[in-house]
C-alpha cells in the first residue's frame, strides 16, 4: 500500500459525524504535509460546500463514492492506506465497503455498534483480511472505545496491586452528559427491524460472547434491572450500550489471548446514587429510558450544537474486584460529548495511532484497544481529550 495517493479517506464527510472527522482532521493536521487524507461522499457539491465551512484546504481532495455502488467503493479503497466511515447503519450500507477492504488491504474503521452484522463480517472476511494485510477495526467511538480501554486500565491496575488480572470487572457510568446519537438510533432501528424477521439475529443480539466465535465464557450478569451495588455502595441501573460494550469488551480479551481468564465476567451499569434516593433515582432513570422514543432523537446527518458538544462530558469507572474483595480502580473521562465530539476525536486518532505508532499490528478483525493498547490510550490523552487515570 505504501503507492496509496492518501493516508486517510474519510467516506460520508457529508453527514453529521463524518463533517466532525473531517472538520478535526482540518484543523488538527492541519499544515501536517505528511499526512495525506481526502472526503469522500456521494455529491461532489456537497462535498466541496463542507469542505469550504469546515476550513479545510480548497484543495483537500474529493472522492465521489456511494454505498450501492461497489465499483465506486472499490475505486476508493485502491487509493488509501485507510478508510473511517461514518456511513451507517452498516448493516444497510456497511457490507461493500468493508468487503473491498479486506480484499484489497486497505485499514477500516467504522463506529458500528451493531452486534450481528460485526459477527456476520468476522465469519465472511476473516480470513480474506489476512490475506490481503488489512486491519479492520469496529466501535472506534463511544461504541466502545473507552469501556475497551477502560477495563484494560482496571486490569494493568489490578496486576499492580494484586499480581494478576482478576476475573471480574464492574463498569459503571458515574456521569454521561450529551446526546443520542441519530446514526446510533439509526442503527438500533434497523437492527430491530431485522431482528424481527430473523431468530439468528436476535440470538446474537442477546448472546454476550456473539464477538468471540468458537468460545463461550461463563453466564454474565443481566444488567436489565436496578440494583444496589456493594462493591460501590451505591444503586446502579442498566446501561442502554451495554449490550454493545460488554462484547466489544469480551472480544479484546480473545484476541489478547485471554489474559483476564475464560472465566472473566464483566457487565456495565449507570452509577443512580446512595440509599433511598439512588434507588428511586435508578427506577426512574430505566422508566425514562423505556420510554424514549427513537423518533425523539436526532435524524441520522442531525446533531446537537457546537456549543453543546464542547459542553457536554463523560466520567467512567471500572472496578476489578479481587477473589477476597480488594478492589483495583481505573477512571475514563471525555472532554466532550460522547456521541460526537468526543466520537469524532476518537476514530481519527485510531486511524493515525494505527497509521504512525502502531504499522506492527496484524491483519485481521479488531477490537482497537486490543491491537493499539497502551499506544493508542496515550494518542488519545495527548490529542482527542481523554484522561485514563488510577483510583484509590
Known amino acids: 500500500m505504501s503507492s496509496s495517493k492518501f493516508d486517510i479517506v474519510v467516506y460520508g464527510a457529508t453527514g453529521f459525524t463524518g463533517q466532525l472527522v473531517a472538520e478535526y482532521l482540518a484543523a488538527h493536521y492541519k499544515g501536517d504535509g505528511s499526512l495525506k487524507w481526502a472526503m469522500a461522499g456521494r455529491s461532489k457539491d456537497k462535498l466541496a460546500t463542507v469542505r469550504d465551512a469546515i476550513g479545510a484546504p480548497s484543495d483537500t481532495p474529493l472522492i465521489v463514492a456511494d454505498a450501492s455502488d461497489a465499483a465506486s467503493l472499490k475505486a476508493m479503497v485502491n487509493q488509501t492506506k485507510s478508510v473511517i466511515t461514518t456511513v451507517g447503519p452498516y448493516l444497510l450500507y456497511g457490507n461493500e465497503l468493508v468487503a473491498a477492504c479486506a480484499a484489497s488491504g486497505t485499514d477500516y474503521f467504522d463506529l458500528c455498534g451493531e452486534t450481528p452484522w460485526m459477527r456476520r463480517i468476522i465469519d465472511a472476511h476473516q480470513a480474506d483480511a489476512e490475506r490481503s494485510g488489512a486491519r479492520i477495526m469496529f ?8 469501556f475497551e480501554l477502560g ?41 430491530f427491524e431485522a431482528a424481527a424477521k430473523d431468530q439468528g439475529i436476535l440470538a446474537l443480539m442477546r448472546d454476550p460472547f456473539a464477538l468471540t466465535p468458537g468460545f463461550q465464557g461463563p453466564k454474565q450478569p443481566p444488567g436489565n434491572r436496578p440494583m444496589l451495588d456493594e462493591d460501590l455502595q451505591a444503586w446502579v441501573t442498566p446501561f442502554f450500550m451495554a449490550n454493545i460494550n460488554t462484547r466489544n469488551v469480551h472480544r479484546s480479551n480473545m484476541l489478547l489471548g485471554f489474559p483476564y481468564g475464560r472465566d472473566f465476567v464483566y457487565d456495565e451499569m449507570q452509577v443512580a446514587g446512595p440509599g433511598a434516593e439512588g434507588e428511586a433515582l435508578a427506577k426512574s432513570i430505566q422508566a425514562a429510558n423505556n420510554k424514549i422514543a427513537l423518533s425523539a432523537v436526532p435524524k441520522p446527518g442531525e446533531g446537537p450544537s457546537k456549543e453543546e458538544r464542547e459542553s457536554g462530558s463523560y466520567d467512567l469507572l471500572f ?28 476514530i481519527s486518532e485510531c486511524a493515525i495511532c494505527l497509521l504512525r505508532d502502531t504499522p506492527e499490528v496484524p491483519a485481521g478483525i479488531w477490537t482497537p484497544g486490543a491491537a493499539m493498547q497502551h499506544k493508542l490510550i496515550k494518542r488519545l490523552e495527548d490529542h482527542a481529550g481523554l484522561t485514563f487515570a488510577v483510583e484509590k
Open 319 to 346: 472496578v476489578a474486584v479481587a477473589p477476597d474483595g480488594r478492589q483495583a480502580r481505573a477512571s475514563v473521562k471525555g472532554d466532550r460529548d460522547p456521541g460526537y465530539g468526543s466520537t469524532s476525536k476518537m
Open 151 to 191: 477495563v484494560f486500565c482496571a486490569q494493568e491496575a489490578a496486576k499492580k496491586a494484586f499480581g494478576a488480572p482478576v476475573s471480574r470487572v464492574k463498569g459503571r457510568i458515574r456521569t454521561m452528559k450529551g446526546t443520542f446519537s441519530g446514526g446510533t438510533a439509526a442503527s438500533s432501528k434497523s437492527l
Open 139 to 146: 466501535s472506534c467511538g463511544y461504541d466502545s472505545l473507552p
